[in-house]
């Protein structure tokens, strides 16, 4: 059974996970909001991965700037030269996801460009600005802006993975585009409350790795947008809290305060 607890950028369902019986009969989907949360708020209700038992990285996605259609810059390195001197806004998900703060690191710190933050409640009205010609371009994931590049209603510029992605082979990354070493991703994972017996962790991430091998799901993953990572339940640990640590290191390198 799926039960939906939004809100907080995900802090109601990962507090109420964090604190049930760890029995296995209630584990949490969530997102790379979980690391950036522990930055982002004063007190979120936990603290990751302290207060959970790591199970699988499911799959993971870049984020990707795009533009309006007319956008004369074809790609990263041309808007930003273009933007020197200018103010320029972007769109975003909403506050303190990892597009918006992708955004505020790339364009603000690093490219140090004018400019301004405008987050939306959710990807679609975020895409639907850019289409429009109300922000100057978008920082979002890549899994809903994807069928609006293929349809040329979005131009897209960069994306945050190191290497391209096989499904928009042509499209430059933020690495190539002068900042060597930049990469970002909205990752989903599957986790539990803390102390959850290791014979539970094992078996649960047993049957997540033997869904990401079936080539229907593997194929429904990637055609929106993500990559199946199957693995261990150790390596999802370490990467969670490389993950903390990194996401920390942004939100206090953009001057966000913690809400």
């Known amino acids: 059974m799926v039960e ?23 584990l949490l989907v969530t997102t790379s909001a979980l690391a950036v949360n522990e930055s982002l708020y004063k007190d979120p209700g ?30 990263l390195q041309e808007f930003i030269r273009n933007s020197k001197g200018k103010r320029v806004s972007y769109a975003t998900a909403g506050f303190g996801t990892t597009p918006d703060l992708t955004g505020d690191q790339l364009l603000r710190v690093l490219a140090g460009l004018d400019a301004v933050d405008v987050p939306y409640q959710g990807a679609a009205p975020a895409i639907a600005a850019v289409m429009g ?10 899994p809903p802006a994807l069928a609006d590049i293929k349809a040329g209603k979005l131009k897209a510029l960069a ?6 992605v096989d499904i928009l082979p042509n499209l430059p990354t933020v690495a190539e585009s002068g900042f060597p070493g930049f990469e970002s991703y909205i990752w989903v994972g599957l986790l539990g409350p803390a102390n959850l017996a290791p014979a539970i962790v094992s078996k649960v991430n047993a049957a997540v790795n033997d869904a990401l091998r079936s080539r ?17 339940p150790a ?8 993950e903390v640590t990194k996401w920390g290191k942004i939100v206090r390198d953009t001057g966000i305060a913690p809400q």
Request: cysteine-free; aromatic content about 8%.
């Open 159 to 164: 994306v945050t993975t190191l290497e391209r």
């Open 216 to 232: 229907k799901l593997r194929d429904d993953l990637v055609a929106m947008g993500f990559e199946p990572k199957p693995g261990t």
């Open 133 to 142: 010609g109300h922000v100057t371009l978008g920082s979002v994931a890549l």
């Open 4 to 26: 939906n607890r939004g809100g907080a950028g995900g802090n109601i369902a990962a507090k109420y996970v964090a604190g049930v019986a760890p029995d296995g009969y209630t």
């Open 235 to 242: 390596q999802f640990d370490t990467y969670l809290r490389q």
């Open 46 to 75: 936990y603290q990751a991965p302290r207060d959970f038992s790591p199970i699988a990285l499911v799959a993971w996605s870049p984020n990707i700037l795009v533009a309006p259609a007319s956008e004369p810059a074809n790609n």
